[in-house]
């Protein structure tokens, strides 16, 4: 099975900038030690700072599903479900 590449996409509510990004970065040091995480970081973008980028490697698709089933994925879903505007997950596949 192939690596997995994630781009996550979250745009925050203004007012709630502060609460996503803190829940995001409480994501990053627990989510690096998960089996199969290969690459996991976080971005803020330097001209709107109510918009984060989280870029992904996964060892396998069962890996990417047991994050996305991991107590701290869930507790930061429901912790920031009022404060996001938008959030896209794109699930890319390496071609060179």
């Given at each position: 099975?192939?690596?997995?590449?994630?781009?996550?996409?979250?745009?925050?509510?203004?007012?709630?900038?502060?609460?996503?990004?803190?829940?995001?970065?409480?994501?990053?040091?627990?989510?690096?030690?998960?089996?199969?995480?290969?690459?996991?970081?976080?971005?803020?973008d330097n001209n709107n700072?109510?918009?984060?980028?989280?870029?992904?490697?996964?060892?396998?698709?069962?890996?990417?599903?047991?994050?996305?089933?991991?107590?701290?994925?869930?507790?930061?879903?429901?912790?920031?479900?009022?404060?996001?505007?938008?959030?896209?997950?794109?699930?890319?596949?390496?071609?060179?």
């Open positions: 099975m192939s690596q997995l590449a994630i781009v996550a996409n979250i745009l925050a509510k203004e007012e709630n900038q502060e609460l996503v990004k803190a829940e995001l970065l409480k994501l990053v040091a627990i989510t690096k030690t998960e089996k199969g995480c290969i690459t996991y970081r976080l971005h803020q700072d109510n918009f984060f980028l989280v870029y992904e490697i996964w060892e396998s698709t069962e890996a990417l599903e047991q994050h996305s089933k991991s107590k701290h994925m869930l507790s930061f879903l429901d912790k920031t479900k009022e404060a996001i505007q938008e959030f896209t997950v794109n699930k890319m596949t390496f071609l060179g």
